[in-house]
């Protein structure tokens, strides 16, 4: 399809251990972003990407949190040793250039137990 | 930086009655305005968006907004709902020439009630 793509679209695993989460944006799309949407928090600002350059990471919740683009293309966002309070949906959004409008992603809805 | 609020966490509306769902705004700087719809198990739809020009901007499935600078305003319309356009509703902006994500409001629930 020509959409956002990712997956898995739903993870469950248990507290402590590593997850990956892909994205793959619209062709041709050189901006980037994460976020993540829980009930306590609504939607956050999570990293965004130019190219495979990440200007600024502060929005990411802790160091356990990563995330890496490479080619232009592919984004994984990693949160390492998970704990309950990461369990969300983590969406992925795409636009042209930074400042245009995003297309979004389904999400991955993340599990800790 | 900025913020937003959507007032209004719920609003049931009967079926073919008109609708307005809140949305005001708090930034520094100039910004772009955009409304998200997000059906259930889903990812987040462009429903319109303000980046210049005329303030009354129209949008998919009927819906338009009306982009108020003096009451940092951004207010979503719709004369005639349908059962279909129950769903939440995001309100979003961004900073124009920033390069940050979108900040966006709780969300309103609409309810559309036969």
């Known amino acids: 399809g020509a959409g956002v793509s990712q997956s898995p679209s739903n993870k469950v695993t248990e507290k402590g251990k590593d997850v990956e989460l892909r994205c793959d944006p619209i062709?041709?799309?050189?901006?980037l972003y994460w976020y993540r949407q829980s009930l306590g928090q609504g939607l956050e600002f999570l990293i965004y990407f130019q190219g495979n350059s990440a200007p600024d990471k502060s929005g990411l919740p802790s160091d356990r949190f990563s995330a890496e683009r490479t080619g232009g293309s592919v984004s994984t966002l990693t949160i390492q040793r998970t704990q309950q309070e990461d369990s969300a949906v983590y969406l992925c959004?795409?636009?042209?250039?930074?400042?245009?409008?995003?297309?979004f992603g389904d999400g991955t809805r993340l599990s800790i137990l | 930086a900025q913020s937003v609020t959507q007032l209004d966490s719920q609003v049931p509306v009967f079926e073919e009655a008109p609708v307005e769902l809140r949305c005001n705004y708090s930034s520094s700087v100039s910004v772009y305005l955009f409304w998200y719809v997000q059906y259930p198990n889903q990812g987040l739809q462009l429903l319109l968006k303000?980046?210049?020009?005329?303030?009354l901007v129209k949008g998919i499935n009927g819906f338009e907004a009306e982009f108020n600078k003096s009451q940092t305003s951004f207010h979503l319309r719709k004369p005639s709902v349908h059962i279909s356009d129950t769903a939440e509703y995001f309100c979003?902006?961004?900073?124009?020439?920033?390069?940050?994500?979108?900040?966006f409001g709780k969300g309103t629930h609409l309810i559309i009630q036969p």
């Open positions: 979003a902006v961004s900073e124009r020439g920033g390069a940050d994500g979108l900040t």
């Open positions: 959004a795409s636009s042209r250039d930074y400042n245009q409008p995003q297309h």
């Open positions: 062709s041709g799309h050189t901006a």
């Open positions: 303000y980046l210049s020009g005329s303030t």
